[in-house]
C-alpha cells in the first residue's frame, strides 16, 4: 500500500508518539526496521503518520524502546484501529480544509473538552445564525458553498453535546463574547438562551469572566482544549491570523493548563454565570 499524501492529524499523532518513544530510547530509525524487518525508510514514514502500524508492530517497538507506560501503550495500540472512513467529517473531504476535519475528529475521541473564548461562543455552541453570521465576516470572503459546508460541518460537530455518553465540557467565555451582537439583537439575543440552556446540561459547565475581574488571567487567547485517554494525548487547538494550529508538545500542553486554570480562577461562579447571561437577555 502506498504511503498516505495527507494523513490526518491523529494519524501523525501515533506516528510523532512513536518517535518520541525511539528517541527517548536513544534507537535509531535503522534498529527498528530491523526488529520489524522493513526498510528504514517505513520506520520514516510510519513515525510521519503516513503508513499505518499494526497494534502488534506496535508494542513490539514499543517494549524494544524500553517503554513503560502501558496507559500510553493501550491508547497508541488503540489508535491503530482507527481508519480513514469511518467518521462523519470525511465527507467533507476535499470540501473542507484538513484541519476543521482533523478538529472534528479530534473531538470525537475526545474523553473530556475545555475552551477559553473572548470574542466569540464556543463553535459547539453556537446557534446556525450566528454562526452564519460569524463565516459572514471571514477574511477574504468564502465563496457561498463553501460557507454553507462550514456551517453544515459546525452543526454536525454539535452532536458530540448530546450522545448516550458525552464528554464533560468546561466552558470559559468573556463577557465580551456576551455582549457583541453578532447578526444584529434577534440572532444574539437566540445565541444567548441557548448558551444557557446548555449550561443546565450535566455535563457542560460554562463560567463566565466578567468586565470587572481584576486577576491576572495570562494572556487571554482563546483556545480549545480536547483531553486524551492520557494527559500525553492532550491537544490545544487555536486560532491564528493565517490559520488554525495544532499544539501537543508537553512544554505547551503544561502551559495550557495552567492558562486555563488561571482563567478559571477569575471566572464567576456557575450559578454567578447565568444570572450574567440572564442580564444581558434583559438588556436586549
Known amino acids: 500500500m502506498p504511503p498516505r ?64 507506560d ?3 501503550i493501550d491508547a497508541l495500540a ?5 481508519q480513514r472512513g469511518q467518521g462523519w467529517w470525511e465527507d467533507y473531504r476535499g470540501i473542507l480544509p484538513a484541519p476543521l476535519r482533523d478538529l472534528a475528529e479530534m473531538e470525537h475521541h475526545a474523553t473530556f473538552l475545555r475552551t477559553i473564548q ?22 477574504p470572503p468564502l465563496p457561498q458553498a463553501d460557507m454553507e459546508a462550514r456551517l453544515a460541518h459546525r452543526m454536525e460537530r454539535q452532536k458530540i453535546l448530546h450522545r448516550d455518553e458525552p464528554p464533560p465540557f468546561d466552558a470559559l467565555i ?55 485517554p492520557v494527559p500525553q494525548l492532550d491537544t490545544v487547538q487555536i486560532d491564528t491570523a493565517l490559520g488554525m494550529d495544532f499544539l501537543h508538545a508537553e512544554s505547551r500542553l503544561k502551559r495550557c493548563r495552567m492558562l486555563f486554570e488561571a482563567v478559571k480562577g477569575a471566572a464567576l461562579s456557575k450559578s454567578a454565570s447565568r444570572d450574567l447571561i440572564h442580564s444581558v437577555i434583559r438588556e436586549l
Open 78 to 82: 488503540a489508535m491503530t484501529y482507527e
Open 174 to 228: 468573556h463577557e465580551t463574547a456576551l455582549r457583541m451582537r453578532f447578526g444584529g439583537r434577534k440572532v444574539t439575543r437566540a445565541q444567548l438562551e441557548h448558551l444557557q440552556k446548555l449550561s443546565e446540561h450535566p455535563n457542560i459547565t460554562v463560567r463566565v469572566i466578567p468586565f470587572e475581574v481584576e486577576d491576572p488571567i495570562g494572556s487571554g487567547h482563546a483556545m480549545h482544549y480536547t483531553g486524551g
Open 118 to 139: 473572548i470574542t466569540h461562543f464556543p463553535g459547539t455552541f453556537q446557534t446556525e445564525d450566528y454562526a452564519r453570521t460569524v463565516f459572514t465576516y471571514a477574511f
Open 5 to 68: 499524501s495527507t494523513p490526518t492529524a491523529r494519524q501523525e499523532r501515533l506516528g510523532t508518539e512513536l518517535r518520541k518513544m525511539r528517541e527517548a530510547a536513544a534507537v535509531s530509525a535503522r534498529d527498528a526496521a530491523k526488529l520489524l524487518g522493513v526498510d528504514p525508510a517505513k520506520i520514516s514514514h510510519i513515525e510521519a503518520g503516513r503508513v499505518g502500524v499494526s497494534e502488534e508492530r506496535l508494542r513490539r517497538l514499543a517494549a524494544f524502546y524500553q517503554c513503560g
Open 70 to 72: 502501558e496507559a500510553l
